[in-house]
């Protein structure tokens, strides 16, 4: 209990140190706040950082350069990801899990860092992120779960085939309005996508969620999701014994029609961010 005490008190000083003074509360808070969200998502990098604290580059640059050198984040890069990540210390993440302490999140897992991510993965997460972040400038009320919240915390939708890539849920006049968001990179089958409609159509009409928003840098990816969703889409079945999928063959059995779905159903362009997180690829 002492050692515990002990290391608490070294990473508590790491927190507040500001150059070689004690820290102001807001800098401290700020601190606390990046240390939280890396926890929550794994890894971020700064631009949206940023818009987590709601500090202009320069201040955010020098909030990330402190904390680097308190020992507490440090700066990695994956070959084809033009952004440098953002990933805790072994410090950081002890404090991370005190700061979460008494929380839905306590226990999560350690966002370890694996030297051998592929540039796919972690582009995919920081779209994940800057849309996000957008909609929180845009609903600053807005709870939020990341997909590393939802498997620590057993949130799977779609009759629990699927963790979204993040929840979003609104609180307008006190009418929570969870919304599933779908980063959409690689190109599918046609069945897989229609089957993945079918199953968050399902979801929508059960009341599991209010929409799903499907986005994409690629426009050729959310031209396939726009035909199959004006299909109509079709109602599939799992079967264990066999691990895979199945469509039924009854006619009603179609969930939904786009227009009937139209508003809960959002195909979302993010080509603008594609050069921020791919390099050497044409959208």
């Not at 507490?72 to 005190?98: D, H, Y």
């Not at 990179?185 to 009409?205: G, N, V």
């Not at 139209?262 to 603008?272: D, G, Y």
């Amino acid at each position: 209990m002492a050692d515990k005490l002990k290391m608490a008190g070294v990473i508590g000083e790491k927190l507040i140190a500001h150059r070689g003074s004690k820290a102001l509360p807001r800098a401290a808070e700020k601190r606390g706040l990046v240390l939280k969200y890396i926890k929550r998502w794994k890894f971020t990098d700064r631009t949206i950082l940023g818009h987590v604290l709601k500090t202009k580059a320069t201040q955010t640059y020098d909030t990330v350069l402190q904390m680097i050198n308190a020992g507490l984040i440090q700066e990695t890069r994956i070959n084809g990801c033009p952004t440098p990540l953002l990933i805790l210390t072994k410090s950081g993440n002890e404090l991370a899990e005190m700061l979460l302490a008494g929380t839905p999140d306590a226990g999560l897992p350690a966002p370890i860092f694996k030297s051998d991510t592929k540039h796919l993965h972690a582009s995919h997460d920081l779209l994940a992120q800057s849309i996000v972040c957008d909609w929180l400038n845009k609903f600053p009320d807005m709870d939020v779960l990341s997909d590393h919240q939802c498997r620590h915390r057993e949130i799977a939708i779609c009759n629990g085939n699927k963790i979204a890539d993040a929840l979003m849920t609104l609180n307008p006049m006190s009418l929570a309005m969870k919304w599933a968001l779908e980063v959409q990179q690689s190109r599918e089958d046609d069945e897989i996508t229609e089957r993945k409609l079918s199953e968050y159509a399902h979801a929508i009409k059960r009341g599991e969620i209010y929409g799903v928003i499907y986005a994409s840098t690629y426009p050729s990816r959310l031209q396939q999701l726009t035909q199959i969703a004006s299909g109509p889409v079709r109602s599939f079945w799992y079967n264990s014994n066999h691990k895979r999928w199945y469509m039924h063959h009854i006619e009603d059995s179609n969930p939904f029609t786009y227009e009937s779905l139209k508003a809960r159903i959002i195909f979302l362009p993010i080509q603008h961010l594609a050069t921020r997180y791919y390099t050497y690829q044409v959208r």
